[in-house]
Structure formats: structure tokens, C-alpha cells
């Protein structure tokens, strides 16, 4: 909670502030008056104050003197200026004090507190990042005092498999580094992995607020002689815990949830930990596969602790998305429904939990592209023209690791797409746009004038007239001939049957496609094909 100080020499406006704003609802659990600089002086130094809400002219001692004296001694403390006059000069000096705003009065009070509101979060930004830079920078200093020993090698040798993967092998390998274990131990293997972090990081910073994580499960693994904490690549984390009695699972859920809570509140990143089941050494690289499978095929749920066996898969009954019906929107410029649509379905892989699974999210993947792809082929337009740096070609990684960062690859490819194809569209006149839609729809049997017209937004005889003049053919002869076009290229680089083809080009008459098609080239469509097909 934070503690505001009202600060005006009329006690009725005072009194009119403690009153109006609503202090509890903006998180402010006290709130202080004073009716001088002096008052004031002596509150900050009895109480810790965060906002100070200050009228600028007071005859003992201005708003902008008191401001100025905060700023030296208690500069976290943010203000807001109240004044009867809208003197520029009263700005300009409220402005070089760093002041947070600055209203008049009569102030409403519904605006205040909208200021006072965004002045809190502000100094939640704030205390959030020394947070982070404290954290960081303690780490950051056991991290390059830290020296590797020989111990965490041979964790390390032990996981890579450069130590055999036999009892007696292993149990020299461990008396080299001087571990001692019980000939038959058994350890717990607890795999942690970053899921994502809350903030930009270089790739230096990332390895020390991984080092934290490390330090973290370490201090908590204390008590436990023989524990480790083995880095395992890519943000993760196997903690192996000797045990001597038969494992309580509730004891080891409970720790990895607080130890995930930790992770969230302290080093801002979210973590899902994976619990294995006690093995001996010589199976530990096995163990450590299953859990990292049981990871890879968790992509929608973060910060929680995963028992292995304990999840039992069930068939998936996920509907297959509608790509035919998102590609013609995207066709159509139909953004905001395209994306409420898209969002919608991808939500609804939530309800399936560990149904939904790498599998799934790989499927769904190369299906979205090869809907990308049709429409940008159908638009005029290729991927590489679309997308920089192989956006589509290179398999994203980090967009398959989560359905979260599913989602937001998805909305930016989107994105991406419609924003290419509506400027392609606006640099095209009406004419080229009428072209455009027929060649998209040229196997429509009720495309109609109609439904040309209302695609470019204009009267039907109107854009008759237009498209007449500008390519000396009517509508419907232009409908007409692109058919016939799309049918010869059929005939000639296909091997469909006639009746396909016909069906295809937008005829459903067989006898009237092949009396057209003869009235147009002057052959009918079985001679045309001999003629043209290579030989």
C-alpha cells in the first residue's frame, strides 16, 4: 500500500480531496494533510510518503519551495500540482522540478485520480526495475567469482554420457570427484526450464539470471548432502536429490511450487519443473529424456509442477481449424474477423490441456503456412517478398515451444500478410482490383456482376461502364473469356478430365462449357488438349 500527503492551506479543500478521491481503490492505504511547507516538512519526516499532492500558492512557504526541498531529500516521492491559475510561469518552474502533473482547480476528481493512478504505476515500474537491477547485480557477482569444480564435471560427464553408463564405471568416476554414495542409491531427478523470461535480456545477463536460478535451487538443496543442480542447456536445470525412504510426492510438488513462486516474484521469469522417479545413476540419462519429452509436449501451461505418470494423455477431440474459411477472409481484407477468429480457436486448445501436445502444435504449424502460402500465391505475391529474414522457411523454434508463443507468431504473420496484400490493393485501380477478384474466383459457377460490383464498392452498371471503357470488353465477357483462359491452361498442363476442368473453370453443364469453349478457340476441348499438350 502506499501514503499520500495532501498539502493546500485551505483546510476546506483539504478536506474536499480526502473526501472525493476514491484513495483506497488507487491502492493508498494513508493519506496525510498538512497546511503549510513546515507541516509538511515534519510529515516526511515521521512517515514514508509516495505521492504528494500539493497546492502551488500557500503563504507560509509556496508548493513549488516545498517541491523543491522534497526533490533533494526524498526525490522517490512523485507530485502532482494544484493551482487556482493557469500561470505559464507556475508550469514552466513545476515542470523543471520534475513534477508528475500539474491541474487546476476546481480539479475534478475523477481526472485526479486517473493522474494519481498513472503516477503509482509509474513508481510500480520503478521499484520493479532496482528490484531487478539488485537481483541482478548480486547475482551477476557470484556469478564471476564462481569457478567450476570438480564435481559439477562430473554431473556434467554423467548427463553428456562421456562416463559409461555402468554401476562400477560411474562409481569410480564419482570417488575421482570425490562423491561418495551408498552402492545402491537412488536419486530424485527434478527438471526445471525456463519458459520464458519477463524482460529483454542480453545474452550475458540471461546466463547470470540462469546462474541465480542455479544458486537458488542450490541453497535450497543445502541440507541434502550429495545433491547437485546440473545446467542442462537451454535455460534448464536437473536437480538430483539422494534419497533414502520411499518418495513422498506431495513433500517434492510442494517445494517445486515454491520454488516456482520464488522464480516468478524474485529473478521474473516463468518456470514449469518436471519430478521423475528415484533411479540409480546409470539410469539417470534415461529419466532425464522423459522428463525433457514431458516438457516438449507441455505448450500450454506455465509455472507449474508436472509429477511424472501422473498426466495420463487422453484423444485429442480438437477441431481442426477452419483454414479454407480464415484464407478467404484474409482474401477479403476481413482482418478483425480473421484475428477474433483465429485468437478464438487457438484459446479453445486450452480446454485440452495435456491433449494438446508438440505434435499438435507441429501439425497446426505447417498447415497455417500452407494457408499463408495459397493466399499470398493467389494475392501475386511470394513469401520471400512478404517475409525478411526466412520468417516462413526456417522452422521457428521458439513459436512451437508454447501455445503462447504460438498465438503471437500467428497475430504477427497475420500481421505481416494482410498489411502486404491491402497495400497491394490500394495501388491497384478499380479495374486491376475486378481482375484480381475474378482470377480468385474463377471457378464460382454464381459469380455474378453483383458480387464484382460489391467487391470494389460501386454500382453495378457504373463499374460496367468504367470497365468497358478502360478494356473494351463488357463484364460479362471479360467473366466470360477469363474462364475459357483459366480452361485452355487446364487442358494444356493438366490431367484432369474435361468434366473437371469445366466444373473448375465455373461451368456445371458439360455440353455448354464444350460449346462455349468451341465457340471461343474453335476447337472443342478434347481436340484442343491433343493439339497443346506436349507430345
Not at 483546510?11 to 503549510?36: C, F, K, N, P, Y
Request: net charge negative.
Amino acid at each position: 500500500m502506499f501514503q499520500a500527503l495532501i498539502v493546500d492551506d485551505e483546510v476546506h479543500a483539504v478536506r474536499g480531496l480526502q473526501a472525493g478521491v476514491q484513495w483506497e481503490r488507487l491502492d493508498i492505504g494513508v493519506v496525510h494533510t498538512a497546511h503549510s511547507l513546515r507541516q509538511a516538512q515534519e510529515v516526511f519526516q515521521a512517515q514514508p510518503v509516495h505521492l504528494m499532492v500539493c497546492d502551488i500558492e500557500m503563504p507560509q512557504g509556496s508548493g513549488l519551495e516545498l517541491t523543491a526541498w522534497v526533490k533533494e531529500n526524498y526525490p522517490d516521492t512523485e507530485t502532482i500540482f494544484l493551482t487556482c491559475h493557469s500561470d505559464f510561469s507556475f508550469a514552466k518552474q513545476a515542470i523543471q522540478l520534475n513534477s508528475f502533473d500539474y491541474l487546476l482547480k476546481p480539479v475534478d476528481y475523477s481526472e485526479l485520480e486517473s493522474v494519481i493512478g498513472r503516477a503509482l504505476g509509474k513508481m510500480r515500474k520503478e521499484r520493479e526495475r532496482r528490484s531487478f537491477e539488485e537481483t541482478h547485480h548480486h547475482y551477476r557477482k557470484l556469478w564471476e567469482s564462481h569457478r567450476p569444480v570438480v564435481a559439477d564435471r562430473f554431473w556434467q560427464d554423467l548427463i553428456q554420457q562421456k562416463i559409461p553408463a555402468n554401476p562400477l564405471s560411474i562409481a569410480e568416476h564419482s570417488r575421482n570427484a570425490g562423491l561418495t554414495h551408498p552402492e545402491n542409491a537412488r536419486f530424485m531427478p527434478v527438471y526445471a526450464r525456463i519458459q520464458r523470461w519477463h524482460k529483454d535480456l542480453s545474452e550475458r545477463d540471461r546466463r547470470i539470471m540462469e546462474y541465480a536460478l542455479r544458486n537458488v535451487l542450490e541453497e535450497m538443496m543445502e541440507p541434502t548432502p550429495g545433491a547437485a543442480v546440473i545446467p542442462v542447456g537451454n535455460g534448464s536445470l536437473l536437480t538430483v536429490v539422494p534419497i533414502d525412504e520411499p518418495n513422498d510426492d506431495a513433500l517434492t510438488r510442494d517445494n517445486c511450487d515454491a520454488f516456482i513462486r520464488n522464480c516468478n516474484r524474485y529473478l521474473f521469469c516463468d518456470i514449469s519443473c518436471y519430478v521423475g522417479v528415484p533411479v540409480p545413476l546409470h539410469e539417470m540419462v534415461a529419466m532425464l529424456r522423459a522428463l525433457e519429452n514431458l516438457d516438449e509436449n507441455n505448450v500450454t501451461q506455465i509455472n507449474r509442477t508436472f509429477i511424472l505418470g501422473e498426466t495420463k494423455k487422453g484423444e485429442s477431440r480438437m477441431q481442426p481449424a477452419p483454414l479454407s474459411e480464415w484464407a478467404e477472409w484474409m482474401k477479403q481484407g476481413a482482418r478483425s474477423k480473421l484475428a477474433a477468429n483465429v485468437s478464438h480457436y487457438l484459446e479453445s486448445w486450452k480446454a485440452f490441456d495435456s491433449r494438446v501436445d508438440a505434435q499438435a502444435m507441429n501439425s497446426f504449424y505447417q498447415d497455417f503456412l500452407q494457408m499463408i502460402f495459397f493466399v499470398l500465391q493467389s494475392k501475386g505475391l511470394q513469401a520471400n517478398q512478404v517475409f525478411a529474414h526466412n520468417l516462413l522457411t526456417d522452422k521457428p523454434e521458439s513459436a512451437l515451444r508454447s501455445l503462447s508463443s504460438l498465438q503471437e507468431w500467428v497475430v504477427y504473420v497475420l500481421d505481416v500478410a494482410m498489411n502486404h496484400i491491402h497495400s497491394l490493393e490500394e495501388n491497384l485501380s478499380v479495374v486491376d482490383k475486378v481482375k484480381r477478384f475474378v482470377a480468385e474466383r474463377i471457378g464460382e459457377q454464381d459469380l455474378s456482376r453483383e458480387d464484382i460490383a460489391s467487391h470494389v464498392y460501386l454500382n453495378p452498371d457504373y463499374l460496367t461502364r468504367i470497365f468497358k471503357k478502360d478494356t473494351g470488353m463488357s463484364l460479362s465477357d471479360y467473366l466470360q473469356s477469363s474462364r475459357i483462359d483459366y480452361a485452355k491452361e487446364l487442358l494444356a498442363n493438366t490431367g484432369q478430365s474435361v468434366s473437371e476442368i469445366a466444373v473448375a473453370s465455373g461451368y456445371s453443364n458439360l455440353s455448354y462449357f464444350s460449346t462455349i469453349f468451341k465457340k471461343a478457340t474453335g476447337y472443342n476441348p478434347v481436340d484442343f488438349r491433343k493439339q497443346h499438350q506436349p507430345k
